[in-house]
């Protein structure tokens, strides 16, 4: 896994093969950060990475210039290789929890400028995310929400839906 721009930019980390998580590919990462640009200044916001897995995008967003990142992660194996990697770069500006996503949700009173999850395709309370970010007014009037899913999934009906985009197999659903 590599951090594709910013200042530490081409960092490569290796991901143990034992991980479950797979980090989103560079060229889907590459590509919906290059749509992010038009919406989104990094420089100074702060982003919510929501099941961060191996903490490929925490590590991007902390790369161009975020204020500060938290990152919310239930795999005890996954938290240890992201506070590993953060480690490495020396990086102050993050906060990693351990814990369940759904959980955070409903008790985090932070405003986020950018949040991005990537949530298990299989999961069942995927389609809910959306609804839950809203509800609990997690976002920034100006921010963005990008929900990574599988192709079997719509959500071009809701409410704050903005756009979609495809990369292989690879779906983002934006909204604000």
Not at 57 to 65: K, N, Y
């Amino acid at each position: 896994m590599r951090i594709i721009t910013g200042k530490y930019k081409g960092r490569h980390f290796d991901v143990p093969r034992t991980f479950k998580a797979r980090p989103t590919t560079d060229m889907a990462k590459e590509n919906i950060f290059n749509v992010m640009n038009g919406h989104i200044d990094f420089e100074g916001t702060n982003a919510l990475d929501l099941f961060a897995g191996t903490g490929s995008i925490s590590l991007e967003l902390i790369s161009r210039g975020c204020n500060s990142v938290v990152s919310v992660e239930a795999d005890r194996d996954h938290v240890r290789f992201i506070k590993q990697c953060m480690e490495k770069i020396g990086e102050e500006n993050h906060l990693l929890i351990r814990g369940d996503v759904f959980r955070f949700l409903k008790s985090c009173h932070q405003h986020f400028d950018f949040i991005f999850a990537d949530p298990p395709y299989a999961l069942e309370q995927l389609p809910t995310l959306p609804d839950l970010i809203f509800t609990y007014g997690l976002l920034q009037p100006s921010g963005i929400f990008v929900l990574e899913h599988g192709k079997s999934l719509d959500f071009s009906q809701h409410p704050h839906f903005l756009e979609h985009r495809n990369y292989g197999s690879v779906n983002f659903s934006l909204f604000q």
